[in-house]
């Protein structure tokens, strides 16, 4: 009878915990955004002080301030320039009650920073953030308690600040 007790004990503690226990993946995301300013500090993105009149940057603005881009393209009718910052990064771990064990860290790419212009004006920016991208287990936060398998997450994040440079073949070339 103590077992069955402290079992049941083990396991409404466990569930009233922001808990979560399984393998996940932890990757990089990428987010892409309208209206920008950029500071002083290299590779930056800031939220504009005016929303009411945002910043509008011209290429050599920005190649004033940060330095030659690492590469040029285009997107569509879009020209972009982009800035590399260091690599991307894949966790792979395991989550034991409230204790996430990282089994497997490795690197996956650059970190880019792109800058989308029409008619040499900044229209939008493109960055990447980490974020869990696929999880198999049991997850309970902000969310309702359940369980969860495979992919979480979707590779890009709001594509549609780009949609005045047409609309894109493939959105994970972004």
Known sequence: MKRFNYIILLILLVNTLNCLYGIGRIGPIKHVGGIFEITNKK???????DFRNPPSYSKNDIIKKWGEPSNTGTHNSCHYITYRDGFTWNII??????????IL???T??????????EDKSIAYSENFH?????????CGDRPCRFEFGK?????????ELVRCGNPKNINDL
Not at 93 to 102: A, F, K, N, Q, S
Not at 131 to 139: N, V
Request: charged content about 15%; glycine content about 8%; overall charge negative.
């Open 93 to 102: 771990g395991v989550v034991i009650l409230i204790i996430p064990i990282p």
């Open 43 to 49: 590779y930056v993105f800031e939220y504009p002080t």
């Open 109 to 118: 790419g650059f970190d880019e920073k792109k800058i989308y212009f029409i």
């Open 152 to 160: 979480s997450n979707d590779p890009v994040s709001n594509e549609t």
């Open 131 to 139: 974020r869990g991208s696929h999880f198999f287990g049991y997850f």
């Open 105 to 107: 860290i490795f690197p």
